[in-house]
């Protein structure tokens, strides 16, 4: 077939005859040109994602009282969804920080005690080691020791099997048994052994129910359905008999598996009678075919569990109303059981007669209290048994039943009554939310009150600790709980000065939610607050009564101001404080104090112009210039400059006038041998010699057994020096100090503060404090005095002042003074830590909080103090807080942990926002069911706003469009609209009533309110106050789900229509210029040069482009789209230099995935890079710079501060449960070294003790599937804690496997450093640096 055609060519027509084939390859060859410029498929990079846990979820789901160490502890365990935190409730009342183990890799599903403390209390080993020590301690005087868990009257003992053990039940299908032991350095730790249920059970979620029986003979595992396990347990005895071959016994001794079928309600274990003990009863509350029956399993204890069966198949049907009880309790008299309804209660007696009878009570429905969520009556939810007295308890059982709106039950039931339920009222109200997190300890104040101490874990709002009394429930101690979260914020400081970014969260439900600041670091508890009229400079808390026996003693505060000193006293009990007397003291109150200390039954103080010696009222004071004899310089018309003591010797420095720049340095030696004070009459002083500098500093320590004076001081032409002076005289070593940084040119201010450790291995250190804030440690050589190794921290901007807290437990504790704020330095000796040295300073700050003042801002701190901790323990672990004219007494936590401070709003809080032009948080929340605007003060955390009506600008309640039932704001932003150079900044509401509403700010002084409310507004004149109205609103009838702001107009959502709207100036109103239709609501919008990225609700990430026409007009066009449908949640852009941005998005199934869009492809598309399964659903992202000011980050971007946002800010995600998570992006090269350390973790026992894997090694890193590019970073710090790589490695081992690994790892770990390592260097100096390589990547985020 032939085609004619016709063209014109040289203004002739010309006919062609063309074939089809002809005419076919022209087209193919326009296609194939124009594919050329597009790729079949465009390679994604290789890149991980690291993610760490920063704040763990405070939500509690189990409080378990416990006997973990011995009688006289009374425990309690804290279990939560993936940690276990044991606290002890001591004398003064409050629950004290004992130990806590996050480290399981896996949820835990439920918890119980095991272990009869009966059976403790009858072994004869206890009873033999209590002689003795009852024995040991007739005639002696008790000695309190230091640290943080108390001595009790008599002496702690460390046994082999504590009384109780706590059993867990993990996802992974492992029953876990811990206890506790002390180690060789008196260190608890936790000991562990594990039993996994059998294979049938592990697609049943096993753990759902669990239960022991009252004798701890008998345990029981049961599933969803169908299926549970009966364990037969160890004795105590053979327990024993274990703990003498093994660490960790197993307590399992025999199982068999029962198979009720159906749908598993309640199990629990119902109590013999007491002259029956071998008698076990197990009842299973079950669903078959459609009805609740109850299935009873009896047996006798050492019976074989395979010969165990249900009494009856059929068991005994409940009644057809009452089909699904909320609580199974099991009463300790007559083998009887309660059930809780919804609006009844019922007990059943007799069924072990066959018989069962069912009497029901209190059916009566009680108002929901003030805390109740929701439109249905409020549930019953969970239940504790008091202690009571052993006679109390032969006929009678006492209970507290708890509602989740706070309401407590008092049940008593006696078995010599008829009607058996003989006490049945209403305690009142907990004052918060009460979850399954419930139980009751025995109030220990000894000195008032006394009774029943509910420990409530809260839900949906803290919980905490109440006394029960006549009426309702006395709170004594919050227990904090920032769950559930809802949004979070970042202050976002852009200044390249260190400055963390603050964090906030809007937290709870109801009238107890509110706004939290996350904060991380040594909770300081205030106790006790004391004005005083005078600033004070320093002080000292001294207790020279201490070596005594009596507990009532009073402590010593000494307070040095600029021209006198002071003395207060406070009470044994710690009721009162009062100021004493320059008499009644026995000191030098008529000059400023330099230093002072408690040494045995005296106490030092070295003021200005005296040395005071003091002892049981009596006093000797040595005035300076009578020291010494007639002749010797620099001491007269002097006055003391600095001063330390040590075992008796007082070391002080003078100077005679500033002209001349010499100072000398003296001692006076007292001999403190006899309780009279008979020292010598004339002590003489002597002058140790003489240093040209001016002496800023100085402390003294033991070297090479001598006793030394170790002074820091600063010389004119700038130079830093450290002098060596030994007590016996001689001459005196001095070493100038080299900068504290690798730039030998830069400058190392003046030390104003220094502190001694003691020589390890022949190298002892000195802790110092520079003018200019920084900390320096120095690493020096005991037989040379020269500097060996040194490393620096900048604290601050202030001069940082370093004290030594005597009476740690370790010994390497410090606390650091700077910019008025506290923080506590502890030193690890470790080599592996760093190349150039063998220690690693960890640093948090110290946070004042105080129960009864949860909102209080940090107090500015000017001194700390350690106090001694005194005899019955009820301060162990106290602070004395000088914070301006203020002594604040404090305790003080054992470990570092979230402190969190929460400012209340009065109701749910959804969303968040920290405005930037206000300095404010602008809370979206629901008050009363109805949606308003708070503008909160970060500082004072007092709501500051008022709405004005739009046209009068008169208050009102609500601003136009807000105030409406059931309404919530879904999205919360700051606008700043520009046009003609001129900026105006509104905050933007969208709601779920679809309205887009436009807010005007006004900010005002005011004055004294009228008619405002007292509860959240103060009346006080001359506040700031924010006024906000209404200034426009879109209306749509669909929920506006999400909206960006543009510089000239906004982006919006109401249901799946995306509408572009600009502000037009010249009609003062809103055009429409663009719409576009998603396949369904964005619940997130963000615009970015010119590209829409929207993040829908069923279908994850949409990319579009907002195109302009040379007409005015927009059209909104799709390029890239996710190839999975996701239930997406909040996602985060992560640009990175020179490269296409990483779009990070969260899901409902708890994952993060990355997403990068291809680009010149036939078919652009978002490419997984990289996916991430964690424990719970990120609910927003956000970015911060909120690493610590010592974290080397702060000075990088001091020298860059252009740099990009990716590598400069931090990637944060919060989860509904409030557990707080970094992100961070890895090269190929670095992930694939994190990666094989993973892969070894993951497969060893020792780091993932309850989830490690028993495959092979893979012979390669692999890349697929996408979540082989996760790495956890919660289990490579378990790997740095427990110092795990070189069994990881293999190191000790000489097998062909092990020389493998090794080859490998030294591979890897050379690819990071691009080769810049050893060539043939050993493998401790690999893993050494493995170990530095994990500490960076790992370390501290807040």
């Given amino acids: 077939m032939a085609l004619a055609t016709s063209s014109l060519v040289d203004g002739e027509w010309v006919t062609r005859t063309l074939d089809v084939n002809t005419v076919l390859r022209h087209y193919d060859q326009q296609d194939r040109d124009a594919v050329t410029t597009l790729k079949e498929v465009e390679r994604a990079p290789k890149l991980g994602l690291l993610t760490q846990t920063v704040i763990r979820s405070p939500l509690v789901h189990w409080i378990l009282p416990i006997r973990l160490r011995d009688k006289e502890s009374i425990d309690v365990a804290f279990i939560g969804d993936d940690f276990v935190q044991i606290k002890e409730l001591r004398s003064d009342g409050l629950l004290w920080d004992v130990i806590r183990k996050e480290d399981f890799g896996a949820r835990i599903r439920n918890a119980r005690v095991v272990g009869s403390v009966k059976a403790y209390e009858r072994d004869p080993d206890v009873l033999a080691q209590y002689a003795h020590v009852k024995t040991e301690n007739a005639g002696s005087d008790f000695q309190m020791s230091g640290g943080d868990i108390p001595t009790h009257s008599t002496s702690r003992v460390t046994y082999l099997l504590p009384p109780q053990c706590l059993l867990l039940q993990l996802d992974t299908g492992d029953s876990v048994f811990l206890t506790l032991n002390r180690s060789g350095n008196d260190k608890l730790e936790f000991v562990a052994s594990k039993h996994r249920v059998s294979k049938p059970m592990l697609k049943l979620q096993p753990g759902m129910h669990l239960a022991v029986d009252p004798s701890s003979r008998y345990m029981i595992v049961g599933c969803s359905e169908s299926v549970f396990a009966i364990y037969s347990l160890h004795s105590r005895d053979s327990l024993k008999r274990q703990c003498i071959e093994t660490s960790s016994p197993k307590h399992v001794e025999s199982e068999t598996q029962i198979y009720p079928g159906g749908v598993i309600l309640k199990m629990e274990f119902l109590y013999p009678a007491a002259d029956d003990d071998h008698h076990i009863i197990l009842l299973v509350l079950a669903i078959l075919k459609g009805k609740t029956r109850m299935l009873l399993y009896e047996w006798e204890a050492g019976m074989d569990l395979k010969n165990i069966k249900a009494r009856s198949s059929r068991g005994y049907l409940l009644d057809k109303p009452r089909q699904v009880p909320l609580l199974l309790i099991p009463l300790t008299i007559k083998s009887s059981f309660i059930l809780v309804y919804e609006a009844s209660m019922a007990v059943c007696q007799g069924i072990l007669h066959g018989t069962p009878k069912m009497t029901y009570f209190n059916d009566k429905v009680y108002e929901p209290t003030a805390f109740h969520h929701g439109s249905g009556n409020p549930l019953w939810t969970s239940w504790t048994r008091p202690s009571r007295l052993e006679s109390h308890k032969v006929t009678r059982d006492d209970l507290f039943i708890a509602r989740e709106d706070g309401l407590v039950k008092f049940l008593e039931i006696d078995s010599e009554d008829e009607d058996f ?430 129960a009864l003042k949860p909102s209080l801002y940090q107090p500015k701190i000017n001194t700390i103090v350690r106090m001694r901790p005194p005899h019955s323990g009820e301060t162990s672990g106290s602070l004395l807080v000088i914070s301006g004219p203020q002594l604040l007494i404090t305790g003080l936590s054992a470990h570092a942990k979230p402190v969190t401070r929460h400012m209340a709003v009065g109701g749910t809080p959804t969303r968040l926002l920290y405005s930037h032009s206000l300095d404010l948080l602008v809370v979206a929340t629901s008050i009363d069911g109805k949606s308003s605007l708070l503008f909160i003060d970060p500082t004072t955390g007092e709501d500051i706003s008022q709405p004005l009506d739009e046209k009068t600008k008169h208050e009102v309640a609500f601003a136009s469009g807000l105030g409406n039932a059931n309404e919530r704001i879904f999205r919360l932003f700051e606008w700043s609209f520009t046009k003609d150079g001129k900026t105006w900044n509104f905050i933007i509401a969208a709601t779920s009533t679809g309205r887009l509403l436009i807010i005007s700010i006004q900010e005002r002084v005011r004055q ?215 992100f961070a992006i890895l090269e190929f090269k670095a992930w694939r070294l994190l990666r094989f350390l993973m892969d070894l973790a993951t497969r060893s026992p020792k780091i993932c003790e309850f989830t490690y894997r028993d495959d092979p090694m893979p012979l390669d890193t692999m890349t697929e599937p996408k979540t082989m590019m996760h790495i956890d970073g919660d289990i490579l710090r378990t790997v740095v804690l427990r110092r795990g790589l070189e069994e990881l490695l293999g190191v000790d081992l000489d097998t062909d496997d092990s020389r493998r690994t090794l080859k490998k790892f030294t591979e890897l770990l050379q690819d990071v450093h691009q080769g810049t390592l050893e060539k043939d260097g050993t493998a401790v100096y690999y893993i050494t640096q493995a170990y530095a390589d994990l500490k960076l990547y790992l370390r501290p985020v807040i």
């Avoid at 009394?469 to 202050?491: C, G, M, Q, Y």
């Avoid at 500097?787 to 900048?794: D, E, G, L, N, T």
């Fill in 421 to 850: 339920v003989t006490a049945d009222n209403n305690i009142g109200e907990l004052g918060a939310n009460c979850g399954m997190a419930l139980a009751s300890l025995d109030y220990p104040n000894k000195d008032a009150k006394s009774g029943d101490l509910f420990v409530m874990g809260g839900d949906a709002s803290s919980g905490g600790t109440y006394l029960a009394t006549r009426k309702n429930p006395v709170l004594t101690e919050p227990i904090p709980n920032w769950s559930p979260a809802h949004d979070f914020v970042t202050t976002q400081d852009s200044e390249p000065i260190p400055k963390p970014d603050r964090i906030f969260a809007c937290v709870g439900k109801g009238s107890k939610g509110g706004v939290t600041e996350l904060r991380y670091g040594y909770e300081a508890n205030i106790g006790l607050e004391v004005d005083y009229d005078s600033t004070i400079m320093d002080a000292w808390a001294l207790s020279p009564s201490c070596d005594a026996s009596s507990e009532i003693d009073p402590y010593i505060f000494l307070l040095s101001m600029g021209d006198r000193s002071a003395v207060l006293q406070l009470s044994g009990d710690a009721s009162e404080i009062v100021e004493l007397e320059e008499d009644a003291t026995k000191l030098d109150l008529s000059h400023r104090t330099i230093v002072a200390i408690t040494h045995g039954q005296y106490i030092f103080q070295v003021t200005e112009k005296t040395i005071v010696v003091a002892n049981n009222g009596m006093n000797r004071v040595y005035q300076v210039e009578s020291l010494f004899g007639i002749g010797q310089g620099g001491v007269h018309g002097s006055t003391i400059s600095n001063a330390a003591i040590e075992d008796g010797c007082v070391f002080f420095t003078t100077r005679l006038n500033e002209a001349d720049n010499s100072t000398f340095l003296h001692v006076l030696h007292l001999q403190l041998t006899t309780s009279d004070m008979d020292v010598d009459s004339e002590p003489g002083a002597r002058t140790l010699g003489k240093v040209e500098y001016d002496v800023t500093s100085m402390t003294t320590g033991r070297i090479a057994g001598s006793l030394f004076a170790v002074v820091a001081g600063w010389r004119r032409e700038g130079a830093v020096t450290l002098t060596f002076q030994p007590l016996a005289g001689g001459t005196k070593t001095d070493v100038v100090v080299p900068p504290a940084s690798r730039d030998k040119s830069s400058h190392l201010d003046a030390i104003v503060s220094i502190a001694f450790l003691p020589p390890v291995a022949g190298i002892f250190l000195l802790l110092c404090g520079t003018r200019s804030g920084t900390v320096i440690v120095f690493e020096i050589s005991e037989t040379t005095l020269h500097i060996v190794a040194s490393q620096s921290k900048r604290i601050g901007a202030t001069p940082a002042i370093v004290s030594k807290d005597e009476f740690s437990t370790s010994g390497d504790t410090f606390f650091v003074n700077c910019d008025l704020k506290g923080y506590i330095l502890t030193l690890e000796d470790d080599d592996s830590v760093a190349l150039n040295h063998g220690h690693s300073l960890n640093i948090h700050q110290i946070w004042l909080s105080d």
């Fill in 1008 to 1222: 004294a309110a009228r008619g405002s409310n007292p509860d959240f507004r103060s009346t006080g004149t001359g506040a700031r106050q924010i006024c906000y109205y209404t200034r426009h609103k879109f209306k749509s009838n669909d929920p506006v789900y999400s909206a960006t702001g543009l510089s000239d107009g906004l982006l919006w959502c109401a249901g799946t229509k995306l509408s572009y709207d600009i502000l037009d100036l010249t009609e003062k109103k809103f055009k429409r210029m663009t719409d576009y239709e998603l396949p369904s609501p964005a619940t997130d919008i963000i615009y970015e040069d010119g590209t829409i990225y929207a993040l829908t609700s069923c279908h994850s990430l949409e990319i579009l482009k907002l195109v302009p026409n040379d007409y005015g007009e927009f059209r909104i066009i799709r390029t890239h789209g996710d190839q999975l449908a996701r239930d997406s949640l909040h996602q985060l852009l992560l640009d990175r230099p020179s490269q296409r941005p990483i779009h990070l998005v969260s899901d409902k199934l708890s994952s993060v995935v990355g997403l990068w869009p291809t680009h010149n492809t036939k078919a652009d598309t978002l490419e997984p890079i990289f996916e991430a399964a964690l424990q719970s659903s990120i609910l927003r992202f956000r970015f911060g710079r909120c690493r610590p000011a010592w974290d080397p980050i702060w000075s990088e971007r001091i020298h860059r501060p252009t740099s990009n946002i990716a590598n400069d800010w931090e990637a944060l995600g919060l989860s509904i449960t409030g557990s707080l998570s970094h």
